[in-house]
Nanobody
Framework: QVQLVESGGGLVHSGGSLRLSCAAS????????MAWYRQAPGNGRELVAH???????KYADSVKDRFTISRDNVENTVYLQMSSLKPEDTAVYYC?????????WGQGTQVTVSP
């Protein structure tokens, strides 16, 4: 059974940093595009960053130059290093794995940035 388990969320002051991890119990992890999404209260889920099987990356404009996505295909884990955090980054962060018609989501981890 496929599982995506996020960790690393928490409360941080504005300007601080956090590193999110998503451990995937999934066969052929290296073939999946992995992504981080976030959802703030009252908002829809939005793409934060993704990394393809070839390690091509894409970021939302709002996080460019502050967040870095990376993957470890040995540990089956994707990371999101978040720096210079702002209160508007407060949201539940979700991990997503996608390959062809297969899409899996994690349960999310809360990130709260205080002013």
């Amino acid at each position: 059974q496929v599982q995506l388990v996020e960790s690393g969320g928490g409360l941080v002051h504005s300007g601080g940093s956090l590193r999110l991890s998503c451990a995937a119990s999934i066969s052929h992890f290296d073939l999946y595009t992995m992504a981080w999404y976030r959802q703030a209260p009252g908002n829809g889920r939005e793409l934060v960053a993704h990394i393809t099987a070839f390690s091509a990356v894409k970021y939302a404009d709002s996080v460019k130059d502050r967040f870095t996505i990376s993957r470890d295909n040995v540990e089956n884990t994707v990371y999101l290093q978040m720096s210079s955090l702002k209160p508007e980054d407060t949201a539940v962060y979700y991990c997503k794995a996608e390959r062809d018609q297969y899409i899996y989501w994690g349960q999310g981890t809360q990130v709260t940035v205080s002013p």
